[in-house]
């Protein structure tokens, strides 16, 4: 089989080499449509670089270290990064590179292209992978077009992509990726028309804009809009909209810019070319036999045909809801943009001031019914604010990944991850306190008094010094006996924090043995010196997004913790009411509306099962070896402790390796203790990982029931480069 | 073919078609067998694996070198039992740094180029048995050996 084949080639048992998207066009190009000049990357080319680079067997070793229904989108999203920065550092065998070096250059002649997904397996399934596959348009340059080529081979293993393969039932095994390379035509007007209306049968839809089709596809430019009798072949209305932007060509890629304004009063095109274009849609229905949905271009009055395909909106299904939500998933620049904003100047100084406002809130004097109250008014606000962590600030952690992309593309690090150290500059919150801490246990650590009267349990003095600074402490960030996420009581106590300090001041800090990440300055400059002129802009632009979004991803629990601190305290105030009327045994009629507040919410009874895994033969199955992903490079070994509610947390020894279900920002004040860190939840931007590389620590996370498979006392190692837990008996 | 040549031609094939390997180590007296990508030199005098230092396999060759390493080419049917063959290789093992590493890094990512990231990882070593002997077992029962003089 050749790896490249024109159009005029392609016979029908060709098909599956080159996908439908391919397929389509080769038949157009037969039937005499005026296509673009275009060339089919087969199937083969694609293998031809998979299996001589050695890459099927890393991608399935990649998607296999567990069940995929188990693994987090976070985990895919990983797995995919690694993916795509595996294709982007192997080398192209050399023959394939020489053959499509070749070819490119005498086909093409310095031409810019577009290089186009088309998967066949989107055939198979009947099912519609637009948008899930990546595509690249004026693109110059052919060593240019051949990395490109890689993407798009890449792309078949993105995120969006495997999730929806899983999603309809494909074998991810037997994925292959076809490329359409195309000839880029500028043409200085584009659209889109639907040969029937989805909504109206007797009608036809053109939308069009200035420039190329680009901004039209992606949303960025509104398009004027015609309605057609699809009957009479009439123009029924044309809505015109305020022409203020259109997609033109740019050295690398495209770029959105201004319309000039003579063009901003003019149409996009007369009506006698909507009737060109409206003939141009039936003449392809008429060859799919189907409804098409038709992108062209005019360039020099010549109409070119792009892309057809058939209107999958005329009977939605659940399938192409869902493909919809996948893509959702990848936020744009402009739309994180505009999300940052929204974010920094609104949501989170007004979560701020509830917390404070709540704090300020003297409930002692509340009557019992005004106490029931407002333990359900403290609940309400708590979970509007729970409700926009998950559709605003979730959303918002895509600027990590976005410029992660963009920093892998540029840079091709040997660790998909080195863009991480740009961003860990960034003054957390999490830090700060984590750095107070510090300050308190030096304290400790110098006056035997104090250390003394603290391991007494002596009452502390409010006025001393160190006092003040406990206060200070606990009025930024509680006394470290409230979870952020519920599950515990949450009993205003200073004494976990005074263990922690204790064991904090008689071991040394480790603070500053542990390796400092490579030097962020000149790591910075070398990024950035990839790009010039308007690039280098966007990548500025990018990385500050990315380091808001990075410091934003901490910082937002900790808010968040603190209002949910607000509704704790009231539901404690509650319960304190209730027990010290029941202890007296009398009954007071106005306490009933407090006991059914305390018993919705009754927290306390979040104690996770430990499985015991006795079998049949007597013996206990235990775990040896555990894998999970690699999140913070590094080995250690030491005694697990293992977190199954909050309050564990106070017995956490020096040297320990941190074992829980999720890290909760709340909890990351033992991270100065802590050798390793051990995660059920899988991710490398989750905040076990985060934190864990920002102090050099192993980190292993991903690992399922993690938190029953491993006890607190076991010797265990974490291979934090392979992402392997070490498990050592005791009786060998 | 003499039965040197056909032995030497036996685990040439069983070097260059097979991926895996079982190999035994001990702990106390108490073996262990345990599944390895392995790589094996021209010569035949050398077999090479990698693993995470974290292992059983690793511990226990590191306080007893003599090990034990099975190739087979069964492929789990009926005629396996006329058709297989396997060998035993006896000898030493060792973990290899310095200069020779790249080299046989090399050779082994030649074979298993998809475990580029596990054979690089600083936490795996890369061993290297010197045979001693092989064991050659074919037509089910037919046993040769072969002494390896190192």
């Known amino acids: ?732 | 073919m003499t039965h040197y040549e056909d032995i030497k031609k036996h685990i040439r094939e069983l070097f260059i078609n097979q991926k895996l390997a079982v190999l035994s180590t001990h702990h106390s007296g108490q073996p262990y067998a345990s599944l390895i990508a392995f790589v094996g030199k021209e010569d035949l005098r050398e077999i090479f694996f990698v693993t995470p230092r974290t292992t059983r396999k690793f511990e226990n060759l590191s306080t007893d070198s003599r090990v034990a390493v099975l190739i087979n080419s069964s492929i789990n049917v009926d005629t396996d039992f006329h058709e297989a063959v396997s060998v035993t290789a006896l000898g030493n093992a060792k973990e290899i740094n310095g200069a020779e590493k790249d080299e046989i890094l090399g050779l082994y990512l030649t074979k298993h180029p998809y475990l580029e990231a596990f054979a690089t990882s600083p936490t795996c070593a890369l061993i290297g048995v010197k045979i001693t002997s092989y064991v050659l077992v074919k037509n089910f029962q037919h046993v040769m050996e072969l002494s390896i003089d190192q």
Request: hydrophobic fraction near 35%.
């Open chain 1, 1 to 732: 089989m050749k790896w490249i084949l024109s159009p005029l080639e392609i016979r029908p048992d060709h098909r599956n080499r080159i996908g439908g998207k391919a397929y389509t066009l080769s038949l157009m190009a037969r039937e005499g449509f005026k296509i673009p000049e275009t060339l089919f990357l087969t199937v083969d080319a694609y293998n031809a670089f998979v299996n001589g680079a050695g890459l099927r067997e890393r991608i399935l070793l990649e998607l296999n270290r567990k069940k995929f229904k188990d693994m987090r989108w976070e985990e895919i999203w990983d797995c995919a990064t690694r993916i795509r920065n595996i294709f982007l550092k192997k080398q192209i065998p050399d023959p394939l590179k020489s053959y499509l070096t070749e070819k490119i250059q005498s086909h093409f002649s310095g031409k810019t292209l577009a290089i186009r997904s088309s998967a066949p397996d989107e055939d198979a399934s009947g099912s519609s992978f637009a948008g899930l596959h990546e595509s690249f348009i004026n693109v110059r340059g052919t060593s240019s077009i051949i990395d490109h080529i890689r993407l798009v081979w890449a792309s078949l293993w993105s995120d969006a992509a495997l999730l929806y393969r899983q999603e309809i039932g494909l074998d991810v095994d037997k994925s292959e990726m076809a490329v359409v390379l195309q000839e880029t035509v500028t043409g200085n007007r584009s659209g889109v028309v639907f040969s029937q209306n989805p909504n109206d049968e007797t009608q036809v839809i053109i939308e069009s804009v200035y420039g190329l089709n680009q901004g039209l596809v992606d949303g960025r430019v509104e398009p004027d809009r015609w309605v057609l009798d699809r009957d009479k072949k009439t123009v029924l209305s044309h809505k015109p909209v305020q022409r203020e932007h259109w997609m033109i060509p740019s050295e690398h890629g495209v770029e959105m810019a201004a319309l000039p304004e003579d063009l901003s009063r003019r149409s996009p095109l007369s009506s006698q070319e909507a009737l060109d274009i409206c003939e141009l849609a039936y003449r392809a229905e008429a060859l799919f036999k189907a409804p098409q949905d038709v992108e062209w271009t005019i360039k020099n009055d010549t109409l070119y045909l792009l892309q057809s395909r058939p209107i999958t909106t005329l009977s939605p299904s659940e399938t192409q809801d869902k493909r919809a939500w996948y893509l959702s998933l990848h936020r744009s620049v402009e739309n994180l943009k505009a999300l940052r904003t929204t974010i920094e100047e609104t949501l989170i100084p007004e979560m701020a001031k509830t917390a404070k406002d709540l704090a300020e809130q003297d409930i002692t004097v509340l009557s019992d019914r005004e106490l029931a109250g407002e333990v359900r008014r403290r609940w309400k606000i708590n979970q509007h604010w729970v409700n926009t962590y998950w559709e605003e600030f979730i959303p918002y952690a895509h600027g990590v990944r976005l410029f992660g992309q963009y920093y892998n593309d540029a840079m091709r690090p040997d660790d998909p991850y080195e863009f991480m150290n740009l961003l860990t500059q960034t003054k957390m919150v999490s830090l700060e306190r984590n750095r107070l801490m510090e300050d308190l246990t030096s304290m400790v650590r110098r006056d035997r008094q104090l250390f003394e009267r603290l391991k007494a349990g002596e009452p502390l003095d409010l006025d001393s010094e160190f006092g003040e600074k406990v206060n200070q402490f606990i009025e930024k960030f509680g006394d470290l006996s409230c979870a952020v996420t519920g599950g515990t009581e949450c009993a205003t106590d200073t004494r976990p924090l005074f263990k922690l300090l204790l064991e904090m001041a008689v071991n040394p800090s480790s603070l500053a043995s542990r390796k400092k990440p490579k030097d962020a300055r000149t790591q910075e400059k070398n990024f950035l010196n990839c790009f010039e002129g308007s690039k280098r802009k966007e990548a500025v632009d990018l990385l500050d997004l990315a380091r808001s979004s990075y410091r934003l991803r901490d910082d937002d629990n900790i808010y968040l913790g603190r209002i949910e601190a607000q509704l704790l305290s009231a539901v404690k105030e509650a319960k304190s009411r209730v027990e010290s009327f029941e202890r007296r045994g009398t009954h007071k009629s106005e306490l009933d509306d407090l006991k059914s507040v305390i018993q919705d919410f009754d927290y306390g009874t979040d104690h996770r099962k430990v499985s015991v895994q006795k079998n049949e033969y007597g013996g206990m199955v235990n775990p040896r070896q555990l894998v999970g992903q690699p999140a913070g490079p590094g080995l250690s070994r030491g005694k697990a402790r293992v977190i199954r509610q909050h309050l564990d947390l106070q017995d956490f020894k020096h040297s320990e390796i941190l074992i829980c279900d999720a890290v909760d920002p709340n909890m990351t004040f033992v991270i100065p203790l802590a050798a390793g860190v051990i995660e059920r939840r899988g991710g490398m931007l989750i905040h076990g990982a985060i934190i864990a590389r920002e102090y050099g620590l192993p980190c292993v996370t991903g690992i399922p029931d993690a938190t029953s498979l491993i006890h607190t006392g076991d010797d265990i190692t974490v291979d934090g480069y392979l992402g392997i837990v070490t498990i050592s008996q005791k009786d060998r």
